[in-house]
Protein backbone atom coordinates (compact mmCIF):
# COMPACT_ATOMS: atom_id res chain seq x y z
CA UNK A 1 0.00 0.00 0.00
CA UNK A 2 1.33 2.90 -0.71
CA UNK A 3 1.64 5.73 2.02
CA UNK A 4 1.70 8.32 0.06
CA UNK A 5 -2.13 8.37 -0.73
CA UNK A 6 -4.62 10.46 1.03
CA UNK A 7 -7.83 10.51 1.97
CA UNK A 8 -10.07 13.71 3.35
CA UNK A 9 -13.36 13.27 5.19
CA UNK A 10 -14.22 17.44 4.91
CA UNK A 11 -13.56 19.55 1.79
CA UNK A 12 -13.54 22.39 3.82
CA UNK A 13 -11.73 24.97 5.11
CA UNK A 14 -8.76 23.58 6.57
CA UNK A 15 -8.82 20.76 3.65
CA UNK A 16 -8.33 23.86 1.52
CA UNK A 17 -5.70 24.69 3.55
CA UNK A 18 -4.08 21.60 3.46
CA UNK A 19 -4.05 21.32 -0.09
CA UNK A 20 -2.54 24.77 -0.81
CA UNK A 21 0.10 24.20 1.22
CA UNK A 22 1.08 20.85 -0.67
CA UNK A 23 0.79 22.29 -4.09
CA UNK A 24 2.78 25.72 -3.15
CA UNK A 25 5.63 22.92 -1.74
CA UNK A 26 5.25 21.11 -4.79
CA UNK A 27 4.52 17.96 -2.03
CA UNK A 28 1.76 16.47 -3.79
CA UNK A 29 0.81 13.25 -2.53
CA UNK A 30 0.33 10.12 -5.21
CA UNK A 31 -3.57 10.28 -4.51
CA UNK A 32 -5.79 12.40 -3.20
CA UNK A 33 -9.33 11.98 -2.46
CA UNK A 34 -11.67 14.26 -0.79
CA UNK A 35 -15.35 13.27 -0.16
CA UNK A 36 -17.91 16.34 1.31
CA UNK A 37 -21.75 15.89 0.92
CA UNK A 38 -21.91 19.67 -0.26
CA UNK A 39 -20.75 19.21 -4.16
CA UNK A 40 -20.48 23.30 -4.16
CA UNK A 41 -17.35 22.51 -2.23
CA UNK A 42 -16.15 19.66 -4.38
CA UNK A 43 -16.58 21.75 -7.44
CA UNK A 44 -14.52 24.61 -5.96
CA UNK A 45 -11.89 22.40 -4.92
CA UNK A 46 -11.63 20.23 -8.04
CA UNK A 47 -11.25 23.97 -9.92
CA UNK A 48 -8.54 24.99 -7.56
CA UNK A 49 -6.64 21.55 -7.36
CA UNK A 50 -7.59 19.63 -10.93
CA UNK A 51 -5.25 16.17 -9.32
CA UNK A 52 -7.75 15.38 -6.87
CA UNK A 53 -10.53 13.11 -6.78
CA UNK A 54 -14.03 13.82 -5.50
CA UNK A 55 -16.66 11.77 -4.09
CA UNK A 56 -20.11 12.83 -3.10
CA UNK A 57 -21.48 11.67 0.80
CA UNK A 58 -20.14 8.06 -0.28
CA UNK A 59 -16.64 8.51 1.85
CA UNK A 60 -15.36 4.99 1.09
CA UNK A 61 -13.20 6.02 -1.46
CA UNK A 62 -11.62 8.58 1.00
CA UNK A 63 -11.36 5.89 3.77
CA UNK A 64 -9.20 3.66 1.41
CA UNK A 65 -6.27 5.67 1.34
CA UNK A 66 -3.07 4.99 3.53
CA UNK A 67 -3.80 8.12 5.38
CA UNK A 68 -7.42 9.23 6.16
CA UNK A 69 -7.78 13.18 7.43
CA UNK A 70 -11.22 13.93 9.36
CA UNK A 71 -11.35 17.39 8.73
CA UNK A 72 -14.51 17.68 10.49
CA UNK A 73 -15.89 19.70 13.53
CA UNK A 74 -15.67 18.23 16.89
CA UNK A 75 -19.81 17.34 16.91
CA UNK A 76 -19.61 16.21 13.59
CA UNK A 77 -16.98 13.77 14.32
CA UNK A 78 -18.91 10.71 15.67
CA UNK A 79 -21.24 10.83 12.13
CA UNK A 80 -18.60 11.35 9.87
CA UNK A 81 -16.54 8.29 11.48
CA UNK A 82 -19.93 6.03 11.20
CA UNK A 83 -19.12 4.95 7.64
CA UNK A 84 -15.49 4.41 8.08
CA UNK A 85 -14.74 1.53 10.54
CA UNK A 86 -15.65 -0.79 7.32
CA UNK A 87 -13.36 0.72 4.80
CA UNK A 88 -10.63 1.07 6.74
CA UNK A 89 -7.18 -0.98 5.88
CA UNK A 90 -5.67 -2.92 8.61
CA UNK A 91 -2.30 -0.34 7.92
CA UNK A 92 -4.52 2.85 7.22
CA UNK A 93 -3.43 5.76 9.61
CA UNK A 94 -6.27 7.81 10.50
CA UNK A 95 -5.56 11.52 11.08
CA UNK A 96 -8.05 13.73 13.42
CA UNK A 97 -7.77 17.80 12.40
CA UNK A 98 -9.90 18.54 15.30
CA UNK A 99 -9.97 19.51 19.09
CA UNK A 100 -12.22 18.22 21.77
CA UNK A 101 -12.17 14.50 20.37
CA UNK A 102 -9.18 12.38 22.27
CA UNK A 103 -7.49 9.74 20.89
CA UNK A 104 -8.71 7.06 23.01
CA UNK A 105 -12.39 8.67 21.96
CA UNK A 106 -11.85 8.47 18.52
CA UNK A 107 -10.43 4.63 18.55
CA UNK A 108 -13.31 3.98 20.17
CA UNK A 109 -15.76 5.93 17.42
CA UNK A 110 -13.86 3.62 14.76
CA UNK A 111 -14.80 0.55 16.22
CA UNK A 112 -12.13 -0.14 18.18
CA UNK A 113 -9.37 1.07 15.44
CA UNK A 114 -6.52 2.18 17.09
CA UNK A 115 -4.02 3.63 14.70
CA UNK A 116 -5.27 7.45 15.05
CA UNK A 117 -3.18 10.71 14.94
CA UNK A 118 -4.53 14.00 16.62
CA UNK A 119 -2.84 17.36 14.86
CA UNK A 120 -3.62 21.02 15.57
CA UNK A 121 -3.75 22.35 11.93
CA UNK A 122 -3.07 26.26 11.18
CA UNK A 123 -4.04 28.52 8.93
CA UNK A 124 -0.55 29.69 7.87
CA UNK A 125 -0.04 26.24 6.97
CA UNK A 126 -1.50 27.51 3.73
CA UNK A 127 2.23 29.21 2.78
CA UNK A 128 3.94 26.54 3.72
CA UNK A 129 4.38 28.40 7.36
CA UNK A 130 2.29 26.51 9.86
CA UNK A 131 2.75 25.15 13.59
CA UNK A 132 0.82 22.07 13.68
CA UNK A 133 1.54 19.92 16.70
CA UNK A 134 0.82 16.37 16.36
CA UNK A 135 -0.02 13.62 19.07
CA UNK A 136 0.59 10.19 18.23
CA UNK A 137 -1.61 6.95 19.44
CA UNK A 138 0.93 4.33 21.62
CA UNK A 139 0.00 1.46 18.57
CA UNK A 140 1.89 3.65 15.70
CA UNK A 141 5.19 2.33 14.80
CA UNK A 142 8.06 4.61 14.31
CA UNK A 143 7.49 4.34 10.78
CA UNK A 144 3.55 5.07 10.64
CA UNK A 145 5.11 8.45 12.74
CA UNK A 146 7.48 8.97 10.12
CA UNK A 147 5.02 8.90 7.53
CA UNK A 148 2.75 11.61 9.51
CA UNK A 149 5.49 14.15 10.02
CA UNK A 150 6.40 13.47 5.70
CA UNK A 151 2.73 13.95 5.18
CA UNK A 152 3.03 17.68 7.19
CA UNK A 153 6.49 19.30 6.86
CA UNK A 154 5.68 20.67 3.84
CA UNK A 155 3.42 22.66 5.66
CA UNK A 156 5.72 24.63 8.31
CA UNK A 157 6.64 23.16 12.13
CA UNK A 158 4.75 19.61 13.41
CA UNK A 159 6.34 19.12 16.81
CA UNK A 160 4.97 16.18 18.71
CA UNK A 161 3.57 17.54 22.42
CA UNK A 162 1.41 15.70 24.93
CA UNK A 163 -1.83 15.17 23.58
CA UNK A 164 -3.51 17.00 26.62
CA UNK A 165 -2.02 20.18 25.76
CA UNK A 166 -3.73 20.16 21.77
CA UNK A 167 -6.62 21.91 23.21
CA UNK A 168 -4.17 24.90 24.60
CA UNK A 169 -2.57 24.59 21.14
CA UNK A 170 -6.07 25.24 19.22
CA UNK A 171 -6.41 28.73 21.15
CA UNK A 172 -2.99 29.96 21.02
CA UNK A 173 -1.53 28.70 17.56
CA UNK A 174 -4.85 27.64 15.72
CA UNK A 175 -6.85 30.26 16.84
CA UNK A 176 -4.04 32.70 17.19
CA UNK A 177 -4.00 34.57 13.51
CA UNK A 178 -7.44 35.81 14.04
CA UNK A 179 -6.66 37.90 16.79
CA UNK A 180 -3.67 40.00 15.00
CA UNK A 181 -5.14 39.73 11.38
CA UNK A 182 -7.76 42.41 11.56
CA UNK A 183 -4.96 44.56 13.80
CA UNK A 184 -2.35 44.00 11.27
CA UNK A 185 -4.61 44.63 8.38
CA UNK A 186 -5.61 47.97 10.02
CA UNK A 187 -2.49 49.44 10.39
CA UNK A 188 -1.55 48.05 6.34
CA UNK A 189 -4.60 50.74 5.92
CA UNK A 190 -3.23 53.27 7.87
CA UNK A 191 0.26 52.84 6.17
CA UNK A 192 -1.38 52.87 2.93
CA UNK A 193 -3.23 56.37 3.95
CA UNK A 194 -0.09 57.98 5.44
CA UNK A 195 2.00 57.57 1.79
CA UNK A 196 3.88 54.37 1.88
CA UNK A 197 3.80 52.08 -0.80
CA UNK A 198 2.33 49.36 -0.73
CA UNK A 199 5.23 46.37 -1.74
CA UNK A 200 7.07 48.45 1.29
CA UNK A 201 4.60 47.71 3.96
CA UNK A 202 4.37 44.35 3.91
CA UNK A 203 8.16 44.30 5.01
CA UNK A 204 8.24 46.57 7.33
CA UNK A 205 5.16 45.41 9.13
CA UNK A 206 6.64 41.76 8.80
CA UNK A 207 9.97 42.55 10.53
CA UNK A 208 8.06 44.56 13.21
CA UNK A 209 6.24 41.67 14.31
CA UNK A 210 8.76 39.17 14.45
CA UNK A 211 10.96 41.68 15.86
CA UNK A 212 8.39 42.48 18.54
CA UNK A 213 7.98 38.85 18.92
CA UNK A 214 11.88 37.96 20.03
CA UNK A 215 12.44 41.24 22.00
CA UNK A 216 9.55 39.75 24.46
CA UNK A 217 10.79 36.53 24.16
CA UNK A 218 14.17 36.86 24.23
CA UNK A 219 15.69 40.16 25.34
CA UNK A 220 15.83 38.87 28.70
CA UNK A 221 14.00 42.20 30.03
CA UNK A 222 11.08 41.66 32.06
CA UNK A 223 7.91 42.01 30.00
CA UNK A 224 6.53 45.28 31.34
CA UNK A 225 10.57 46.46 30.60
CA UNK A 226 9.68 45.19 26.91
CA UNK A 227 6.30 46.92 26.79
CA UNK A 228 8.64 50.30 28.38
CA UNK A 229 10.99 50.42 25.56
CA UNK A 230 8.81 52.69 23.55
CA UNK A 231 7.61 56.07 25.36
CA UNK A 232 4.35 56.85 22.99
CA UNK A 233 1.46 54.31 23.28
CA UNK A 234 -1.04 55.67 21.24
CA UNK A 235 -3.55 52.96 22.31
CA UNK A 236 -2.82 52.48 25.67
CA UNK A 237 -6.19 53.65 27.10
CA UNK A 238 -7.47 50.74 25.36
CA UNK A 239 -4.86 48.11 26.44
CA UNK A 240 -6.95 47.08 30.01
CA UNK A 241 -10.23 46.49 27.95
CA UNK A 242 -8.06 44.28 25.55
CA UNK A 243 -6.01 42.44 28.09
CA UNK A 244 -9.83 41.45 29.59
CA UNK A 245 -11.05 40.18 26.58
CA UNK A 246 -7.28 37.69 26.50
CA UNK A 247 -7.83 36.84 29.91
CA UNK A 248 -11.31 36.15 30.12
CA UNK A 249 -12.61 34.82 26.54
CA UNK A 250 -9.66 32.70 25.50
CA UNK A 251 -9.42 30.41 28.91
CA UNK A 252 -13.42 30.20 28.06
CA UNK A 253 -13.19 28.71 25.06
CA UNK A 254 -10.42 26.48 26.26
CA UNK A 255 -12.75 25.10 28.78
CA UNK A 256 -15.42 24.54 26.09
CA UNK A 257 -13.11 22.77 23.59
CA UNK A 258 -11.39 20.86 26.14
CA UNK A 259 -12.06 16.72 26.30
Request: net charge neutral; with cysteine; hydrophobic share 45%.
Amino acid sequence: MNHRTVGFIGGGRITRIILEGWKRAGAWPEKIVVSDCNTQILDELKTGFPGIETVTSNSTAAAGQAIVLLAVHPPLMAEATVGLKESLKPETIVVSLAPKITLQKLAQLLGGFERVVRVIPNAPSLINCGFNPVAFSPALTAEDRAQIRLLLSPLGESPEVPEEDLEAYAVITAMGPTYFWFQLQALREVALGLGLPNDKIGPALESMVFGAMKTLLTSGLTPPEVMNLIPVKPLAEMEPQLRELYLTRLPAIHNKIKP
